[in-house]
């Protein structure tokens, strides 16, 4: 027989080789409440932070703009302040001496913990060095099988092999997979002492090489079990401390079919307003206005909860959003300054050209002048939108149509508009302008979605958004109205 | 996963000795396959993928448990012939791989990647960190022990037949 052919006749043997595996113990293994990963948190927490700084201005501006309450400091007498202090010092030295009797209640009761594990320790050490080390031992090892029964190892067997020699566990506060990583240190120890073992195995082998039987990998166990070095306790510490702060990024596989996901996001708008004059007495202004007010950049934020259904792939999100739009008013005016002096206006000569006559008057001089003003003005929507949505796999993304409504059910303003002719109106006093919520709006996109942890997916999204109602009120002359093309970015933190 | 368990387990207990490891190790590939099924493309098999995903777990948690898997470059391969004897025929698959697993650890492993999971010397010296000669030169090592350990078999098998006769003779 050939080499190549012996491999041939090996892999097609392991080909199809399969192992006999609990399915139930993997699926409950699987099923590990898991440790969440960290390591996209500063993005998530970038735009938490950044969303909560824009709602942060955005309270305190309603707050500075809306509120006309008075400060109003109390003074306090000085028996009160007193007072006060003293029973706080003495709350403080009462918490003090509580925490103080706990702490060393606790220290005693770590003492007496530690005492006792290493005590036990000690004792479970001694036992397995004078029991397992072969050169202490070897006399031991030759008049016993070379397969020792594992009842002579009550240590072990309490945690590696169960009271039957299967693969049950003893009861353990510990989850399985950590008394799985327990037992296979204890096994797996020896294996490091392969090639000792192989030569124990190999004398063994040629003594009884007329049955050549190998040894099942559950005997095999049993016999490395023998030959176990001795370990510290220490060392199975270190060993297991290493496995246990590993922390598996383990998602779940429960039967629920919706999770639940926030969603931080920012984006820029590009409104698009409509004017419309209800009143014609105001035409000048409605003109001024249409051909110079620009409705600059717009900014929104929101704060959105994803109830998405992995099966279906069909989401609902609510939440809330805010968004500022501003108007700018560019005025380009020029005026005729009109402007006399005194200079000769007529200069005559007589016949004979002797006599020079000139006649001093007053001259009217025009001066053009031109002036530039800016004005702006801000609206502050405050909305709650809700949206549905299907999800499906492009690729390497993932692509969201969504669609929904949302309700505003607050608008700011602040800001300068104009009102008449050279004459402004400040919305920060005097909103009646404008309504104070516009009611229904619609909206439709999609997003641009990629996977950039476990638990986080990164989005752009552009949006349209159509508004049914004016923002402005009946009092306004001039009907207004926006529809808003915005592009935005988020990211989606699934939380459940 | 009732499908695949079987297999990968199998795969596992090749590289990781121990029943348990084993385990944690075909655990991990599940992990790290429902982790990873997006970058899945599609283009190769799937049995194909997640056995590489089984194979690089084992060998991770091989590593952790043995540190790192030491290979030396090889100066010089012996050429000896690639007949082996022919009492390998009546020994059992089983029997044959413990053989193998008998090699030395860095043969073993590369032995069985090549040989059992068919991946190319680039692919284990990628998966091992070790340069694509290394690989070359640890599988003709593996092959060559092999062939030996296969002869000596085959010699101790010979003379206990023959002592068998003599004891049979003598009555």
């Not at chain 1, 706990?102 to 290493?118: E, G, L, P, W, Y």
């Not at chain 1, 051909?291 to 939440?319: D, M, R, W």
């Not at chain 2, 000896?80 to 009546?90: E, F, H, K, L, Q």
């Amino acid at each position: 027989m050939n080499i190549f052919d012996f491999e041939n006749r090996l892999k097609s043997h392991t080909a199809n080789a399969k192992g006999e595996v609990d399915m139930d113990r993997l699926l409950s293994d699987l099923n590990l409440t898991p440790a969440p990963k960290r390591s996209n948190r500063k993005l998530f927490l970038l735009f938490a932070a950044a969303l909560l700084v824009s709602f942060s201005a955005v309270s305190y501006y309603m707050f500075n703009t809306s509120s006309s309450v008075p400060i109003v400091h109390t003074i306090q007498s000085d028996n009160t302040d007193a007072t006060a202090e003293q029973s706080s010092n003495i709350i403080n030295e009462k918490t003090i001496q509580e925490i103080g009797t706990a702490t060393s209640k606790t220290s005693r009761i770590d003492n007496k913990v530690n005492q006792a594990q290493s005590t036990k320790s000690n004792n479970s050490t001694s036992k397995v060095i004078s029991q397992l080390n072969p050169e202490i031992q070897s006399t031991q090892i030759e008049a016993k099988d070379l397969t020792p029964e594992t009842e002579e190892y009550p240590t072990y067997n309490s945690v590696i092999i169960g009271e039957d020699n299967s693969q049950k566990r003893a009861p353990s506060p510990l989850p399985a997979r950590d008394i799985s990583i327990l037992n296979t240190n204890i096994i797996s120890a020896p294996l490091q002492n392969r090639e000792s073992l192989n030569i124990i195995d190999r004398e063994a082998q040629e003594e009884e090489l007329s049955s050549l039987k190998i040894a099942s990998n559950d005997k095999r166990s049993n016999q490395n079990i023998a030959f176990l070095p001795p370990l510290t306790n220490q060392l199975l510490k270190n060993e297991n401390s290493k496995f246990a702060n590993k922390g598996k990024d383990c998602p779940r596989f429960g039967n629920r079919a919706w999770h639940l996901s926030i969603i931080p996001e920012v984006g820029y708008a590009l409104p698009m307003k409509s004017l419309v004059l209800n009143d014609s007495d105001f035409q000048d202004i409605y003109d001024e206005r249409v051909q110079n007010e620009t409705s600059i950049e717009g900014i929104h934020a929101s704060l959105a909860f994803q109830f998405k259904s992995h099966v279906t792939g069909l989401y609902i999100k609510p939440g809330v959003s805010y968004a500022r739009f501003t108007e700018r008013l560019d005025f380009s005016r020029t005026a005729t300054k009109i402007d006399t002096t005194i200079g000769i206006i007529s200069t005559t000569i007589s016949q004979t050209g002797d006599t020079l006559t000139e006649i001093r008057g007053e001259i009217y001089e025009e001066i053009e002048i031109t002036s530039k003003e800016r004005v702006h003005y801000e609206l502050h929507h405050f909305d709650l939108p809700i949206a549905i949505g299907y999800s499906f796999v492009v690729d390497k993304f993932t692509i969201d149509l969504e669609g929904g409504i949302k309700f505003n059910f607050l608008q700011k303003t602040s800001g300068n508009i104009l009102h008449a002719e050279k004459e402004y109106l400040a919305l920060d006093k005097n909103q009646q302008q404008f309504k104070n919520s516009f009611g229904l709006g619609f909206f439709g996109g999609l997003l641009l979605k990629r996977q950039i942890s476990s638990h986080t997916e990164f989005y752009i999204a552009p949006r349209f958004t159509f508004n049914t109602l004016a923002v402005s009120s009946n009092k306004n002359p001039i009907n207004q109205k926006y529809n808003v093309l915005g592009l935005h970015v988020g990211c989606i933190y699934a939380i459940y | 996963m009732r499908l695949y368990a079987p297999i990968l387990i199998n795969i596992c207990k090749r590289y990781v000795y121990d029943p348990d490891l084993a385990y944690d190790a075909m655990q991990e590939c599940f992990l790290n396959t429902f982790k990873y099924i997006e970058k899945y493309s599609g283009k190769g098999s799937f049995d194909g993928w997640i056995k590489r995903i089984a194979v690089n777990c084992a060998l991770g948690v091989r590593k952790k448990m043995k540190g790192e898997l030491y290979i030396h470059e090889m100066d010089q391969v012996l050429h000896i012939t690639t007949d082996i004897p022919d009492a390998v025929a009546r020994l059992k698959e089983e029997e044959l791989l413990k053989i193998v697993d008998e090699l030395p650890e860095s043969c073993a492993v590369i032995f069985k990647l090549y040989v059992l999971e068919g991946y190319p010397h680039k692919d284990i010296a990628k998966m091992l960190g070790i340069k694509e000669s290394s690989s070359r030169s640890q599988l003709a090592r593996g092959r060559e022990k092999l062939i030996l350990r296969l002869r000596k078999l085959e010699e101790n098998e010979y003379r206990r037949m023959d002592n068998l006769f003599f004891q049979v003779q003598q009555g």
